[in-house]
């Protein structure tokens, strides 16, 4: 059977497997015998295809119709859309809203067959649209996870942080507290001394200030053990207190690492702030690493010449007691009045 919108050459019934591998070979041939119309000749192919099925589907529809013989036969002459039109309009109050959708679709140029249209147009929208809620949910409950994970580590470090503004004072003070080996090794006489009495009160005074140093630096150390990690080993308690502040370290030393403790601090108080904003708007915590590392930029503050720590002081980018990395002497500081009011 030949319809005026047909090609001139019509085309076998074949799967659609079959088909494709049919086009595939048409156009592979084309362009190996380097013929420029092979693209166009391709998708003629196409068309041709889909426009056979499309008649098979009609002529099928209206042999399993009820009408008069007669009146089947003039059905067939007709194109496949006037055809199509022509079947369904005797039961348009029959038909399911798929299949009102896909008549739709066939008069706006649609030549796939009614399943075609449910698994092309409806069903793979409803798997994406699942599928991205999902995503989505599932998305929303990691980032609360991170979120309360981060607000615990927060407060347990803030009980930290009170003690190393005491040990900061005790360090930078006008009389600072004196530490290094030294004056590790003369603490038991002193305690000793001070126990008969025979300890100066000059000397009494600093006992005290060290006894005070140590029992913060003390209170400290086993706090640094991450909240829910279990039990703490004894390897480990001598690590935390190597990364702490302590009597047997030179005041410099001292002052370094308060401040490299204070810095993490407010580090991630931030971080926390920003998390908590990123999180209500966005819903989720996807891309929260690049979008923080941007606004608050890295943990510590460098400069790598005198001309850049100068620049960046007079900036205010670099302030009294900020924890630095001095890239000038490669080694890391605490700023001080002395260094920022030197900056002319």
Same mark, same amino acid.
């Given at each position: 059977?030949?319809?005026?919108?047909?090609?001139? &050459?019509?085309?076998?019934?074949?799967?659609?497997?079959?088909?494709?591998?049919?086009?595939?070979?048409?156009?592979?041939?084309?362009?190996?015998?380097?013929?420029?119309?092979?693209?166009?000749?391709?998708?003629?192919?196409?068309?041709?295809?889909?426009?056979?099925?499309?008649?098979?589907?009609?002529?099928?529809?209206?042999?399993?119709?009820?009408?008069?013989?007669?009146?089947?036969?003039?059905?067939?002459?007709?194109?496949?859309?006037?055809?199509?039109?022509?079947?369904?309009?005797?039961?348009?109050?029959? /038909?399911?809203?798929?299949?009102?959708?896909?008549? /739709?679709?066939?008069?706006?140029?649609?030549?796939?067959?009614?399943?075609?249209?449910?698994?092309?147009?409806?069903?793979?929208?409803?798997?994406?649209?699942?599928?991205?809620?999902?995503?989505?949910?599932?998305?929303?409950?990691?980032?609360?996870?991170?979120?309360?994970?981060?607000?615990?580590?927060?407060?347990?470090?803030?009980?930290?942080?009170?003690?190393?503004?005491?040990?900061?004072?005790?360090?930078?003070?006008?009389?600072?507290?004196?530490?290094?080996?030294?004056?590790?090794?003369?603490?038991?006489?002193?305690?000793?001394?001070?126990?008969?009495?025979?300890?100066?009160?000059?000397? /009494?005074?600093?006992?005290?200030?060290?006894?005070?140093?140590?029992? &913060?630096?003390?209170?400290?150390?086993?706090?640094?053990?991450?909240?829910?990690?279990?039990?703490?080993?004894?390897?480990?308690?001598?690590?935390?207190?190597?990364?702490?502040?302590?009597?047997?370290? &030179?005041?410099?030393?001292?002052?370094?690492?308060?401040?490299?403790?204070?810095?993490?601090?407010?580090?991630?108080?931030?971080?926390?702030?920003?998390?908590?904003?990123?999180?209500?708007?966005?819903?989720?915590? /996807?891309?929260?690493?690049?979008?923080?590392?941007?606004?608050?930029?890295?943990?510590?503050? &460098?400069?790598?010449?005198?001309?850049?720590?100068?620049?960046?002081?007079?900036?205010?980018?670099?302030?009294?007691?900020?924890?630095?990395?001095?890239?000038?002497?490669?080694?890391?500081?605490?700023?001080?009045?002395?260094?920022?009011?030197?900056?002319?």
């Amino acid at each position: 059977m030949s319809r005026g919108t047909l090609p001139t &050459t019509p085309m076998p019934a074949t799967t659609d497997s079959n088909e494709r591998l049919r086009m595939m070979a048409f156009a592979l041939g084309g362009a190996l015998r380097g013929d420029p119309n092979f693209a166009q000749q391709t998708l003629a192919l196409k068309q041709q295809q889909d426009q056979r099925k499309l008649e098979l589907q009609i002529d099928q529809a209206i042999d399993k119709s009820n009408l008069p013989e007669a009146q089947k036969a003039l059905l067939k002459s007709l194109p496949p859309k006037d055809a199509y039109n022509a079947i369904y309009s005797a039961s348009k109050s029959d /038909l399911t809203a798929d299949q009102k959708n896909y008549r /739709l679709a066939v008069q706006q140029g649609y030549t796939g067959t009614f399943m075609d249209y449910l698994q092309e147009k409806k069903s793979p929208l409803v798997s994406i649209d699942q599928s991205q809620k999902v995503f989505e949910q599932e998305a929303a409950k990691a980032g609360f996870k991170t979120q309360a994970k981060a607000q615990e580590t927060i407060e347990s470090y803030a009980d930290i942080e009170n003690r190393l503004d005491v040990l900061q004072k005790q360090l930078e003070g006008t009389d600072p507290v004196q530490t290094g080996v030294i004056e590790e090794i003369k603490i038991p006489f002193k305690r000793l001394a001070a126990g008969l009495n025979i300890l100066p009160q000059e000397q /009494l005074d600093r006992l005290s200030q060290q006894e005070l140093f140590i029992a &913060t630096t003390g209170y400290i150390i086993p706090r640094m053990r991450v909240a829910g990690s279990g039990s703490t080993s004894d390897r480990e308690i001598e690590l935390f207190k190597s990364a702490v502040p302590n009597l047997g370290n &030179t005041v410099e030393g001292n002052k370094v690492l308060v401040g490299g403790l204070q810095s993490i601090a407010k580090y991630n108080k931030k971080r926390l702030f920003l998390m908590d904003e990123y999180l209500k708007e966005n819903k989720s915590l /996807l891309g929260f690493g690049e979008y923080a590392d941007q606004e608050i930029g890295p943990l510590f503050k &460098t400069y790598d010449s005198d001309e850049d720590y100068d620049e960046k002081v007079k900036k205010g980018e670099l302030k009294i007691g900020d924890f630095v990395y001095d890239g000038v002497y490669e080694q890391f500081r605490v700023l001080e009045k002395e260094d920022i009011e030197g900056v002319q």
